[in-house]
């Protein structure tokens, strides 16, 4: 039999067709990049794979889907219980970007401590602050890790190889993980850099709030390698501007891309990044990679991997 397969990233037909083509698969993509175009489709086709961009969202697969992959780790833009209800597993890449989002965070930090930004801008004008950057070593500071998935785990080594002393918080605790617990309260309070790598969810949504962030140490750092939701933006803004936190770097944010008008761009000491810390060379070979194993699975009749809403991993057509 032949799928349908409905493709949503923000690439070209024609590369979408090289990435993910198979002679069992006819692939389909929105006659214009919208919603509407999207939930018109659904309809008619057997597959999805979701968009890694924040534009297109899956609210409901309907009556025919049988399979959600989407080429990401994050699956925020799907309804997983809207799925759930109509027994379509929604499998996700886990780990594929792992090295890639723990590199940034780590080098976010460096960035902030070592001030590298304000160095270059002041070099540029002409200027030449040698003795008051007051830059700061990345070794013996106090290291929180929010999330303990491969991220997570990815990120709490690397601090760890530095000389960091690192512990973390998740919903629940790891007997893996590479370094030791802590309440999340503790944690905050003790850390001299916070990196939030924990998946969006209804628990995770607003869970750096105002009264969480006011609990950090003074002169801390906040690194923001998850989504937006899950810090309340204009509590960090406050944080920033009144010098509590010392800095913060976000490569994330509630709206993307980033309003021309956010309070955020006129922030001092944040560092934004336009979602790019798990996209690189590698981490985009290995999702392509890991998506299409999946989709290949479900036209070989296998069960697929990485399932994220707790539906049966075989997946048969309902055409």
Not at 126 to 143: H, I, K, S
Not at 217 to 223: D, P
Not at 266 to 287: D, F, K, M
Not at 290 to 311: F, H, I, T, Y
Request: hydrophobic share 45%.
């Amino acid at each position: 039999m032949t799928w349908r397969l409905l493709a949503l990233p923000p690439l070209p037909h024609d590369l979408l067709e090289a990435l993910f083509g198979d002679p069992r698969i006819e692939l389909v993509t929105p006659p214009e990049r919208t919603q509407a175009a999207v939930d018109a489709l659904l309809p008619t086709v057997d597959l999805l794979l979701g968009d890694w961009s924040p534009q297109l969202r899956v609210p409901d697969p309907g009556p025919r889907v049988a399979f959600v992959q989407q080429p990401s780790a994050g699956v925020d833009g799907i309804d997983l219980e809207a799925c759930a209800a109509r027994a379509v597993p929604v499998a996700n890449c886990a780990g594929a970007n792992a090295t890639s989002v723990a590199e940034w965070c780590v080098s976010a930090t460096f960035a902030l401590l070592r001030k590298t930004v304000e160095a270059d801008a002041a070099v540029r004008r002409g200027e030449w602050p040698q003795t008051r950057l007051g830059g700061r070593e990345l070794a013996g500071q106090r290291v929180g890790v929010v999330g303990m998935g491969p991220i997570g785990s990815n990120t709490a080594r690397l601090f760890d190889a530095l000389g960091c002393q690192v512990s973390y918080w998740s919903r629940s605790r790891h007997a893996d993980a590479p370094v030791p617990y802590s309440e999340l309260d503790d944690l905050l309070a003790s850390s001299d850099v916070v990196v939030l790598v924990i998946a969006l969810g209804a628990e995770t949504r607003g869970l750096l709030d105002a009264v969480r962030i006011a609990s950090m140490k003074h002169g801390a750092l906040l690194v923001n390698g998850a989504r937006g939701e899950v810090v309340d933006e204009a509590a960090l803004i406050a944080a920033l501007a009144e010098g509590r936190l010392a800095g913060a770097a976000t490569d994330v944010f509630t709206q993307e891309p980033l309003p021309e008008c956010s309070p955020l761009r006129q922030a001092p000491n944040l560092l934004l990044s336009p979602h790019v810390a798990g996209s690189t060379v590698e981490g985009a070979i290995r999702i392509v990679g890991q998506a299409k194993a999946n989709l290949l699975r479900v036209l070989e009749g296998q069960p697929v991997l990485d399932v994220v809403n707790g539906v049966e991993a075989t997946v048969a057509s309902r055409a």
